[in-house]
């Protein structure tokens, strides 16, 4: 598969824009462990290996487990908080929202465990790996790591 264009060359103030997002989530006070499973959780319901391949790097380099990358995909059965289930459940509702609508029943999960800024901040999040995900599957980015 070849790249189809280079949206960072045609367009640098765009991807500093949705940069400067991605920043401000890691700015944030939400947990960077958080942050990378989110990241990771994302692109594996988009199909983005670019991202997959990036983040899951990323989370290991920081200190999460292969065990509980491996297992992100099953993550209702798998090793994590009910702080990292409530996140993941959300962002599986916002990136997947075209198929249903974020049930209140998510929405309730997500408020026992995340204050207000923490929930916008989360969702702010799950917006911006969404974007990256799409950037990155439309031009088909291309990953030197995956090639051969």
């Not at 997959?52 to 509980?68: D, K, N, P, Q, W």
């Not at 297992?71 to 249903?100: H, K, M, Y």
Request: charged fraction near 20%; include cysteine.
């Amino acid at each position: 598969m070849s790249a189809r264009l280079d949206y960072n060359a045609i367009d640098p103030q765009g991807t500093r824009a949705l940069a400067g997002l991605s920043q401000h989530v890691g700015d944030s006070s939400l947990e960077a462990s958080l942050i990378d499973l989110v990241n990771v959780r994302v692109s594996q319901l988009n199909g983005c290996a670019y991202c997959i391949r990036l983040h899951t790097e990323e989370a290991v380099e920081r200190g999460e487990s292969h065990r509980r990358l491996h297992l992100l995909r099953v993550w209702p059965e798998g090793p994590f908080t009910e702080r990292e289930r409530a996140a993941l459940a959300w962002v599986d509702a916002i990136t997947l929202v075209s198929q249903a609508p974020v049930s209140d029943e998510v929405y309730a999960r997500a408020r026992a465990q995340f204050s207000d800024a923490d929930l916008v901040a989360l969702t702010h999040a799950a917006i911006a790996m969404n974007a990256w995900n799409r950037l990155g599957i439309a031009f088909r980015k291309p990953d030197p790591a995956l090639a051969g």
